[in-house]
């Protein structure tokens, strides 16, 4: 079952070619006329020489070696590797949307900006905001923005003091990693017995340099912020916005908005809550709304409509200005669109009611073999901590590679922080009761399975096409491009 | 009807099934712990759900209100590009074991994204000359606004210079990056709508992190950059050069005017222009920026029996890892668009893709000399294009192309917004896609305006 896989560069001869193109039919010049000789390459770029079959086969075969949401349950944590629907994919493809040049003259793209417009009254409905911008390109991209924006609100105020954010400990690495990028300090906040941010805390670090609290609610955790009314009040009062990331949204739709919990910016990832396919780590979109005082320091353009025409507005002079080239993932945002047409109100709801059924439902089984800590209700993650089976000699990260051989995707491994030996593990409502139970069972055999023998649990997994591969190795002597020998 | 209940398998016996196991009556019970104050207490106001056949209905006559390239025949570039797309492409992308998967983080199930971003890293560091390039950014813009971030981090200055040959859809992003981290950003002015090196000269200090230069640059010529990298090099400052991937089997590369990070928009690597987006942000360095680089790394590795096998290496600089010390917040990126320019270039070849260039520049001669040879349409820069040119047209660049419109032609970009000094200017691609007869009646139609 285990062999190596040959690299493009390994295959092919010379001479062969995998590509078809018409002759230029436009009289030739020589290339030293057009281009003067030291402007020229020397040497071809060494790039394989293959036929077409040979590139279909070697994307093929390595397309087997591959596990996707098709393939199989992903409860891949905050990452909603919910299933992907089929007839979206062939909707973003129309020519009338996939070959649109950006620059075309705005009466050549009224379909588009009318998506595009109905897309933001849809969001805005859907999270209690007041405007929205799709330019940012993912998840972390929207964060960026969202910063850069609530920046530039205190900026425009004359409030140049807020150089500091708050994030709890529960949050996304890229919450953290995004408040540098922006230019400002971190500030973490730890959270309380219940898994709340703790309140006392928060109090503490709140003064005239806050700039924002970033928050996931439901938290990383899967747990929902219970005195959310209070925290907002907290951050508001001094001075300070509330910033909503929107990774976890898929717990709520329907039931609560970020902006009537007093949110006052929101990115969404729309390749998480509104189904567009992760694409083996992208494409994604990360849309940004605001509340009304905010709107002006929105990237810009906006989509508008002005006597059933719909334009780009650049009349925004306080803009922080652009984040991506053109419009952001508009490709991605097709798909969502197409999703949100298809599920409705009640759709989403329901979307929303299952992934908390199967979240509660899939933690109740666990708990028989596996510590799951802040035992309450869940929303649409939990997370189980595998100290007790770590300390027999088979942790998270081992427990993960048991469920490969199981056939199943397994958890978000290590994190949130705040658990030892966590699993944060994400059903999605896309999934049967079927395949939680099989799931439920296969973590209780390795549960039974690292009693009798960690060891063997540890050095696993077995049935897939390589074995455990060395990560040390590989930070210790990074290989990161083919050379020849 | 309730919407998408083909999407959700439960079923209400389920449900009740399920709930019972949880230990709570109701399907509000599992909600209770939202305060009531904020629970939403209407439906929200969403139009009523569509079927599959009614929503295709809905996108396909939303779609058809749009001219694509398709329907029309494109003279329009400025960074997106209607360049040739073998079918090979869409038929591997479109294998859902690569597109429904995620972020590589179980290295055993994932052999086949990470062979394939392996595969892609080494063929951007064969086209660049570079010893290291990563998974993907979001695009053009976003790469060079993290690359001249990564100079910056790199010498520990926070001074960059760009030249303003350089897009002005990149600097308009590089300009917002900076203004957010409080990095100083200057221009260095056009000469001939060249970067003007005696003043780079000028400009460039021992305080200077990054000069960032595109090669073409924005106005399709490509610069003289021979010496310019000692120059840079002299301050310890680092070149951040953005290239178009299609120029370089024709061109100089980067390495060769030694460039340090090389950035990037790959979407002519067989990518659909999408009005914009998802594109392909290209990032590549030298060896020793690899602890500075943004994003996604594959590296091979062995597993316990010794066969060769990728993860993600070099996790450490990462936001998942490093929270606020990371090189950068990118998590999600761009993989399936690097997995079809990997396609492409493979497919294509060195032979496919140095093609392409020659014709892109043969076609684009052709053009730009009939075009400038037509009364009152005039060159407005000398030196050499590669695929585009910008031309003075006489009058203004919106009506020229609500005339070529008409002919399902979309006409050059007006570049007079960025430019201020250039009045009616417009910008012209033509790539290896375009024919004679289809230039031919271009010039016949710049010909007959007025």
Redesign the interface.
């Known amino acids: 079952m285990r062999k190596q896989k040959a690299l493009l560069f390994e295959m092919g001869r010379s001479g062969r070619q995998g590509y078809s193109l018409p002759s230029s039919d436009v009289p030739g010049k020589s290339l030293d006329e057009l281009l003067p000789k030291k402007m020229q390459r020397e040497e071809p770029p060494g790039l394989p020489e293959l036929s077409e079959v040979e590139v279909v086969r070697h994307y093929t075969e390595l397309s087997t070696r591959n596990f996707g949401v098709d393939t199989g349950f992903y409860p891949l944590g905050s990452c909603t590797m919910k299933y992907n629907p089929k007839v979206n994919e062939e909707v973003a493809a129309l020519p009338g949307f996939a070959l649109m040049h950006p620059c075309q003259p705005e009466h050549t793209v009224q379909g588009a900006l009318e998506l595009y417009y109905n897309m933001e009254q849809y969001l805005k409905e859907l999270t209690g905001m007041e405007r929205f911008t799709m330019q940012p390109a993912a998840g972390a991209h929207g964060e960026l923005t969202g910063l850069m924006v609530i920046q530039a609100y205190h900026r425009h105020r004359g409030d140049h003091q807020r150089n500091k954010v708050l994030v709890p400990v529960t949050a996304h690495g890229t919450n953290p990693a995004t408040v540098t990028m922006a230019g400002y300090e971190v500030v973490q906040i730890p959270a309380d017995e219940r898994g709340n941010v703790d309140r006392e805390a928060l109090k503490e670090a709140v003064d005239e340099t806050t700039s924002a609290l970033m928050l996931t609610n439901p938290s990383t955790l899967g747990l929902f912020e219970e005195e959310i009314l209070d925290i907002a009040k907290i951050v508001h009062d001094a001075g300070g916005l509330l910033y909503y990331d929107g990774a976890n949204l898929n717990a709520i739709m329907g039931y609560v908005r970020p902006g009537d919990m007093g949110f006052d910016v929101v990115h969404l990832n729309i390749h998480k809550t509104l189904s567009t396919p992760h694409g083996g780590g992208g494409p994604g979109s990360g849309p940004v709304g605001v509340r009304e005082r905010l709107i002006p320091f929105l990237p810009k353009p906006l989509v508008a409509k002005k006597d059933d025409q719909f334009y780009f507005d650049y009349d925004l002079p306080n803009s922080i200005g652009k984040v991506q080239s053109f419009y952001g993932n508009f490709g991605v945002v097709v798909k969502a669109y197409n999703y949100v047409c298809m599920m409705g109100a009640e759709g989403l709801k329901q979307v929303s009611t299952d992934a908390v059924i199967n979240s509660n439902y899939l933690a109740t089984l666990l708990q028989k073999n596996y510590y799951i800590p802040y035992d309450r209700l869940r929303k649409h993650e939990f997370v189980v901590s595998a100290k007790p089976q770590s300390k027999k000699g088979a942790g998270a990260g081992d427990i993960a590679k048991a469920l490969l051989d199981r056939g199943f995707h397994p958890p978000t491994v290590y994190f949130p922080l705040i658990v030892d030996e966590a699993l944060m593990t994400e059903p999605n409502e896309t999934e049967s009761k079927e395949t939680l139970d099989a799931y439920a069972r296969a973590m209780e055999e390795i549960a039974g399975a690292i009693d009798e023998d960690a060891g063997k649990i540890a050095a696993g997994p077995y049935n897939t096409v390589v074995g455990r591969l060395d990560e040390v190795r590989a930070a210790r002597n990074p290989i990161l491009r083919w050379q020849e020998e | 009807m ?4 083909h ?4 079923t209400d016996e ?2 009740r ?3 019972k ?4 009556n109701s ?1 509000e019970d ?6 009531d ?4 207490k209407s ?10 056949l009614e ?2 209905r ?14 029309c025949t ?1 003279f ?1 570039g ?3 590009y ?1 360049h ?1 797309i ?1 079918s ?1 492409i ?3 992308t ?20 990470l ?5 892609y ?3 951007i ?3 660049t000359g570079m ?3 990563n ?2 950014m ?5 790469a060079v606004a993290e690359g001249a ?1 990564m100079g910056c981090g790199a010498t520990r200055r926070s001074k960059a210079l760009v030249s303003r040959s350089v ?1 002005p ?2 600097r ?2 590089l ?3 900076f ?4 990095l100083d950003l200057e221009e260095v002015p056009l000469k001939d709508g060249h970067t003007d090196f005696s003043k780079l000269e000028e400009m460039v200090d021992d305080e200077t992190a990054s000069v960032i230069l595109q090669q073409p640059n924005f106005f399709g010529l ?1 610069e ?1 950059l ?1 010496g310019v990298g000692g120059t840079i090099h002299d301050h310890k400052a680092v070149l951040v050069m953005a290239v178009d991937p299609l120029s ?6 980067p390495a060769d005017y030694g460039a340090d990070i090389v950035v990037g ?1 790959g979407q002519g690597l067989g990518i ?8 392909l942000g290209i990032m590549a360095a030298r ?1 020793r920026f ?1 602890r500075q680089l943004p994003g ?10 010794g ?5 993600m ?4 600089r ?9 090189s ?10 690097a ?1 079809a320019a990997a ?1 492409y ?12 260039a ?2 892109c ?3 684009a ?2 053009a730009r000399e009939k075009i400038t040879a037509l009364d009152g349409f005039e060159a407005v820069f000398s030196g ?1 294009s590669f695929k585009e040119f910008a031309v003075k047209v006489p009058g203004k660049p ?1 009506d020229l ?2 005339k070529l ?1 008409q002919k399902d032609i ?1 006409g050059g ?1 007006d570049i007079s917004p960025f430019y201020p000094e250039l009045e009616n200017t417009m910008l012209f691609v033509v790539t ?1 896609k375009r ?2 007869e289809e ?1 031919d009646t271009l010039v016949r139609e710049l010909e007959g305006w007025k």
């Not at chain 2, 062979?115 to 595969?119: D, T």
């Not at chain 2, 203004?179 to 409080?182: E, I, L």
């Not at chain 2, 990462?318 to 990371?326: D, F, G, L, M, N």
Request: proline share 5%; with cysteine.
């Open positions: 309730m919407g998408g209940k999407y959700l398998p439960l389920d449900r099934e399920m709930l196991k949880i230990g709570v399907i599992l909600f209770s712990d939202i305060p104050k904020v629970r939403l439906d929200l106001e969403l139009p009523p759900a569509m079927s599959e929503a295709v809905h996108l396909s006559s939303l779609a058809a209100k749009n001219k694509h390239l398709n329907n494109s329009m400025a960074g997106v209607d040739f073998p090979v869409k038929h591997i479109g294998r859902s074991e690569f597109y429904t998967s995620y972020t590589p983080y179980q290295a055993e199930i994932s052999q086949g994204i062979q394939a971003i392996f595969e890293q080494t063929m560091c064969k086209l010893e290291v390039a998974a993907s979001y695009d053009g813009s976003t971030v897009s859809f990149y308009a992003v300009q917002n990056y203004n957010s981290r409080g490509v003289d021979d370089l089997p024709l061109l100089k590369s928009e659909p222009p999408s009005f914009g987006g998802p594109l060896s690899v996604r790394i594959s590296g091979e590795t062995i597993d316990s029996e066969n060769r096998g990728y993860v290496a070099l996790q450490t990462e936001q998942h890892i490093r929270r606020e010390k990371a950068s917040n990118i998590c999600t990126n761009e993989a399936l668009v997995l396609v270039m493979a497919a294509m070849g060195p032979q496919g893709m140095r093609e392409v020659e014709q520049l043969q076609k001669a052709y050499h919106d192309n609500q419109l979309l970009v290896e024919t004679r230039i």
